[in-house]
């Protein structure tokens, strides 16, 4: 399995974000409150973590947001690729319950998000770190 990073040669101005998410209107309200929190930041959405994982071994992620609970690939798994094919990469998971919430915490995500996703866990979410000059005042 091919986990080498990405090497982004462009200068950016802006942060690019996985969005991963079976369900389509959890997924389409994440993108929604991720637009708005972070404006100017470029999103790629997934609902196949197959494919999401395909496109982050080639792609400058700096922050992955991922359901955990998914078919075909979960989420910690997502998070390790993501991870090593984009170091410094930070990941947020999203779940319908905390009981994922230790295993998360020992395989050191940034942050663990439970469902209802709002617009202030999303903007939130990346306060205290490097991205933190993205995010829109509200």
């Known amino acids: 399995e091919n986990l080498t990073p990405v090497y982004c040669t462009e200068r950016r101005n802006y942060m690019l974000f996985a969005a991963v998410d079976p369900n389509k209107k959890d997924l389409k309200q994440l ?11 470029k999103i790629v959405m997934f609902c196949n973590p197959l494919t999401a994982a395909g496109y982050v071994r080639s792609h400058p992620v700096d922050v992955l947001f991922t359901e955990i609970a998914m078919t075909g690939m979960s989420g910690f798994r997502l998070k390790e690729i993501t991870e090593k094919c984009n170091p ?13 919430a230790m295993d998360a915490l020992n395989c050191r995500v940034f942050d663990y998000m439970v469902k209802p996703v709002t617009p202030e866990k999303t903007r939130n979410a990346l306060k205290e770190t490097k991205f933190q000059p993205f995010i829109q005042k509200n």
């Open 31 to 41: 993108v929604k409150f991720l637009k708005s929190a972070y404006p100017g930041c």
């Open 88 to 100: 410094g990469a930070l990941t947020v998971f999203i779940s319908a319950t905390a009981a994922y």
